[in-house]
């Protein structure tokens, strides 16, 4: 009790720490956490993106790139009723619409996902430079990564090549080749430092 007490007692300095220095802090609290604790922290004073794919269309921060053969699926879902999944036959990417990160100072990405039966280089997690896609991480390579459960991806981008007016992230899931590989996405936040 005496820890917890403490750790929310650090949040909340963190938290106005930050508020009087003119950022935002955004707050996602895990669904899945059973002590209903602080689960997560994503930084950034503009959201670019917040996307559980819940509406409808189910993507449509996620049309304007191409169209996806991924799907939206009930079984299994991070929070909400649904989330993206792809599988052996429904593989390729999703990518976002363009997202305006031309003033960005720092790009923050966070996203739950659950990983079924993957080898390295079947998900790779991609960043558009204005030109062209470079692999950000393979996510079974990621630091986050555990198989059959849901994790949590938090990272920032630093380099400015990415800081463009059609900023795009992408999921390749054109490695699935074997039947029972999966990789579900749900929670997707995208925020900016200007």
């Given at each position: 009790?005496?820890?917890?007490?403490?750790?929310?007692?650090?949040?909340?300095?963190?938290?106005?720490?930050?508020?009087?220095?003119?950022?935002?802090?955004y707050f996602s609290d895990?669904?899945?956490?059973?002590?209903?604790?602080?689960?997560?922290?994503?930084?950034?004073?503009?959201?670019?993106?917040?996307?559980?794919?819940?509406?409808?269309?189910?993507?449509?921060?996620?049309?304007?790139?191409?169209?996806?053969?991924?799907?939206?699926?009930?079984?299994?879902?991070?929070?909400?009723?649904?989330?993206?999944?792809?599988?052996?036959?429904?593989?390729?990417?999703?990518?976002?619409?363009?997202?305006?990160?031309?003033?960005?100072?720092?790009?923050?990405?966070?996203?739950?996902?659950?990983?079924?039966?993957?080898?390295?280089?079947?998900?790779?997690?991609?960043?558009?430079?204005?030109?062209?896609?470079?692999?950000?991480?393979?996510?079974?390579?990621?630091?986050?990564?555990?198989?059959?459960?849901?994790?949590?991806?938090?990272?920032?981008?630093?380099?400015?090549?990415?800081?463009?007016?059609?900023?795009?992230?992408?999921?390749?899931?054109?490695?699935?080749?074997?039947?029972?590989?999966?990789?579900?996405?749900?929670?997707?936040?995208?925020?900016?430092?200007?």
């Amino acid at each position: 009790m005496q820890l917890r007490l403490w750790i929310v007692l650090l949040s909340l300095v963190l938290v106005a720490g930050l508020a009087s220095s003119g950022a935002t802090a955004y707050f996602s609290d895990g669904a899945q956490n059973p002590n209903n604790t602080l689960a997560t922290t994503v930084w950034g004073n503009t959201i670019l993106l917040s996307d559980g794919f819940e509406g409808e269309p189910w993507d449509a921060n996620w049309d304007g790139n191409g169209t996806t053969l991924w799907e939206r699926n009930d079984t299994k879902v991070h929070s909400g009723l649904w989330a993206a999944c792809a599988t052996k036959s429904k593989n390729g990417n999703v990518t976002t619409d363009d997202l305006d990160a031309l003033s960005a100072t720092k790009i923050y990405v966070s996203f739950w996902y659950r990983a079924e039966n993957l080898e390295a280089a079947d998900l790779l997690v991609q960043l558009y430079n204005g030109t062209t896609y470079n692999t950000w991480y393979d996510i079974t390579n990621h630091s986050s990564y555990q198989a059959n459960t849901w994790c949590h991806f938090t990272e920032a981008i630093i380099d400015s090549q990415y800081y463009k007016s059609n900023f795009r992230l992408r999921f390749d899931a054109q490695g699935f080749e074997e039947t029972g590989e999966t990789f579900y996405l749900d929670d997707v936040l995208i925020t900016m430092d200007q």
